[in-house]
């Protein structure tokens, strides 16, 4: 049981380049989440969705777009880097029905646009 | 839209001491998780709050919440350094499923 992975976990790109992170979680959770956080602040949540095939945004989700195509697989689009999206990127899942269980997260991508 | 403040955001205690993080919120919110981070990792989940006047304790951290308060306060008894780490509130929407979380307090415990 792997929990919540990230790929990759460390990127560089130069502006204006594109690139997608996979979020993958094998626990069967029917919510998944994208963040972002940034030195010295907590985590800002940017799309969201809560089951295969739906997505939401969230507090920041421009420059972003998401795609769940499978249950287990949330994945996160940058069309056009900007150094303004130099971040730790994290994405998290959870159960809909269960509201004791937290959110899980992955290990993070760190993410540097230059 | 659901604001949430943590104080202090930076705390430095000696080992063996006591003391409490603060977690206020803006909107009604009848959830509220916390959560610890160490340094270059990811986020760890310590507790899970559901309704108003829940106590949960594990080992030497203490979380509570008062609804009508709109507070979250983690208590720190007889602090070890192991604890050092940034330690996140985050209270649920009460359209469920999305967090906000608070700036974090960065807890440094010296010998």
């Known amino acids: 049981n792997a929990g919540v992975t990230q790929t990759p976990k460390f990127r560089v790109l130069k502006t204006g380049q594109s690139m997608t992170l996979l979020c993958a979680q094998d626990?069967?959770?029917?919510?998944m989440y994208w963040y972002r956080q940034d030195p010295g602040m907590g985590l800002r949540l940017i799309h969201y969705?809560?089951?295969?095939?739906?997505?939401a945004k969230g507090e920041v989700p421009d420059g972003y777009n998401v795609s769940r195509l499978k249950k287990q697989n949330f994945l996160l689009g940058l069309e056009s880097a900007a150094p303004s999206q130099t971040s730790v990127y994290f994405c998290?899942?959870?159960?809909?029905?269960?509201?004791?269980?937290?959110?899980?997260f992955g290990p993070g991508t760190r993410l540097l646009v230059l | 839209e659901l604001k949430v403040e943590q104080n202090p955001l930076f705390l430095s205690m000696q080992e063996e001491k006591n003391y409490t993080i603060y977690c206020n919120y803006s909107?009604?919110?009848?959830?509220l998780y916390w959560y610890r981070q160490d340094p270059g990792k990811s986020l760890e989940s310590l507790f899970v709050?559901?309704?108003?006047?829940a106590v949960k304790q594990e080992g030497r951290l203490m979380a509570s919440l008062d609804t009508k308060a709109r507070l979250s306060t983690l208590h720190i008894t007889a602090a070890v350094h192991d604890l050092s780490a940034t330690y996140f509130c985050?209270?649920?929407?009460?359209?469920?499923?999305?967090?906000?979380f608070g700036e974090g307090t960065q807890l440094t415990v010296n010998p």
């Open positions: 909107t009604t919110s009848d959830r």
């Open positions: 626990m069967n959770h029917e919510y």
């Open positions: 998290a899942s959870s159960y809909f029905s269960e509201p004791q269980e937290t959110q899980y």
């Open positions: 985050a209270p649920e929407e009460t359209s469920g499923s999305r967090l906000t």
């Open positions: 969705s809560v089951g295969e095939g739906t997505t």
């Open positions: 709050l559901l309704s108003n006047g």
